[in-house]
C-alpha cells in the first residue's frame, strides 16, 4: 500500500481530456492488482482460461489501455518491479499474511452460498504471480505497447523517468512516486471506474487527480528530504511507523524539528536501525536509463493467437482492441503529417 499521505495531500482534480497526448509511467504491478481485485466473477474468483490460467488483468489491461489511448491520446509506458529491497520482506509477509486469512474468509462465504462477502473478501486475496506478468508483457509487446523492466522498485523507476522529462508523470494509486521525487503523479486514470472500500462494503466513483511534487512540498514549506523523513516517521513499504504518530503529526514534528536526527529523544530512540537505508531507498533508488519508449507496430495476427487461441477470448473483444490500436495509430501519423508540413 505504500506511505499514506491522504490526510495532507494536496490534489488537483482532472478530467482526462487533461492528459490528452501526454505520456505516463505507469506502475504495471499496481494497476494488474487493481484489475485482479475487481475483473471477477459472483463469488469472487478471477476469470481464468479452461487450463487455469487467470485472465482477470489481461481483461482490464487490454480494456483500459486501448480505450485510453484510442478515445483521448493517452501514451501508457508500463513499468514491472524487478528484484525488491530487502526492507520490504515485512511488507510482503504481511501482504501475505492477509491474502491467506481473506482465502479462508472467501471460502466459508462462498460454502454458505453468502456471494456479496465472499467478492468483498476476495477484493483483499489478490495474488499477482510471475506467470500473470509474463502474460501482461506478452500481451504489451504484441499490442506495440512499450514496458519497462525496473531494477527494483517500479515507483522509483516510473519516478525517474518522469524526473528526466522522458514521460509526463507517474501513474499509480499509491503515493511513494512522490517520494521517488516525481515531479507529478497521477492517479485514477481509469473509464468510469470505481474504487470498492472492503470495510465498507462500497464503491465510491474515481476521479483522475494530479499531486504535483512542488507545489506539495511548498504548500507544507519542507523538502523533499524532509517529506522521505515525514515518511519514515508515519511507516512506509520498508520501515514500521512509530505507534501514535500519524502524518499530520509526523509534519509538524518534521516542521518543528528539522530532521529525524533532531527529534525529542523518546522519538527518536523509537526509530528503525535501518533509517539510512529507507532513506536511501527513496532518495537514491536503484534505477536504470535502458530502456525504450518508442511505440511498435501490433502484431495483429499474434494477438488473435494468444488471446484468442491460447487465452480464449471471444474474437469480438480481441477485435475491438485492435481496431482501437488502428485508431491511436492513425491518430499519431496524421498529428507527425501535420507537423512535418508546418516546417
Not at 41 to 67: A, C, E, I, K, N
Not at 144 to 154: D, H, N, S, T, W
Not at 185 to 195: C, D
Not at 306 to 329: A, P, Y
Amino acid at each position: 500500500m505504500g506511505f499514506n499521505l491522504s490526510p495532507l495531500v494536496v490534489k488537483q482534480h482532472l478530467t482526462l481530456n487533461d492528459l490528452r497526448g501526454k505520456m505516463l509511467a505507469v506502475d504495471a504491478s499496481n494497476m494488474l492488482y487493481q484489475f485482479l481485485a475487481l475483473i471477477r466473477m459472483r463469488d469472487g474468483s478471477p476469470f481464468t482460461d479452461s487450463q487455469g490460467h487467470v485472465t482477470s488483468h489481461l481483461l482490464g489491461l487490454t480494456s483500459r489501455t486501448t480505450r485510453l489511448m484510442a478515445d483521448y491520446g493517452i501514451r501508457q509506458v508500463f513499468v514491472f518491479d524487478g528484484k525488491p529491497p530487502e526492507l520490504k520482506s515485512r511488507t510482503l509477509g504481511e501482504r501475505r499474511e492477509s491474502r491467506n486469512e481473506a482465502r479462508k474468509e472467501w471460502e466459508e462465504a462462498v460454502s454458505r452460498s453468502d456471494y456479496a462477502t465472499a467478492w468483498s473478501k476476495a477484493v483483499r486475496m489478490s495474488r499477482l504471480t510471475q506467470a500473470m506478468q509474463d502474460d501482461a508483457k506478452k500481451v504489451l509487446g504484441l499490442m506495440g505497447i512499450p514496458y519497462v523492466l525496473a531494477p527494483q522498485e517500479g515507483e522509483a523507476q516510473a519516478a525517474y523517468m518522469a524526473r528526466v522529462g522522458d514521460v509526463w508523470a507517474a501513474n499509480s494509486r499509491d503515493y511513494d512516486s512522490v517520494l521517488f521525487g516525481a515531479p507529478r503523479l497521477v492517479r485514477y486514470v481509469t473509464i468510469a471506474g470505481q474504487k470498492y472500500l472492503p470495510s465498507k462494503s462500497i464503491s465510491r466513483p474515481l476521479i483522475p487527480e494530479l499531486i504535483d511534487l512542488e507545489t506539495l512540498l511548498r504548500s507544507w514549506q519542507i523538502t523533499r528530504e524532509q517529506l522521505v523523513d515525514l515518511a519514515i516517521l508515519v511507516g512506509t513499504d520498508f520501515n514500521t511507523g512509530i505507534h501514535g504518530i500519524g502524518p499530520k503529526t509526523a509534519l509538524k514534528l518534521i516542521k518543528t524539528h528539522g530532521c529525524l536526527e533532531n527529534l525529542p529523544s523518546e522519538i527518536r530512540t523509537k526509530l528503525p536501525e535501518s533509517t539510512e537505508r529507507v532513506r536511501g531507498i527513496f532518495l537514491h533508488p536503484e534505477v536504470t536509463d535502458q530502456y525504450n519508449l518508442q511505440y511498435s507496430v501490433t502484431d495483429e495476427a499474434g494477438l488473435i493467437q494468444f488471446l484468442c487461441k491460447e487465452r480464449e477470448f471471444s474474437r469480438d473483444k480481441v477485435d475491438i482492441v485492435i481496431e482501437r490500436m488502428r485508431i491511436f495509430r492513425n491518430r499519431e501519423k496524421s498529428k507527425l503529417s501535420a507537423w512535418f508540413n508546418q516546417r
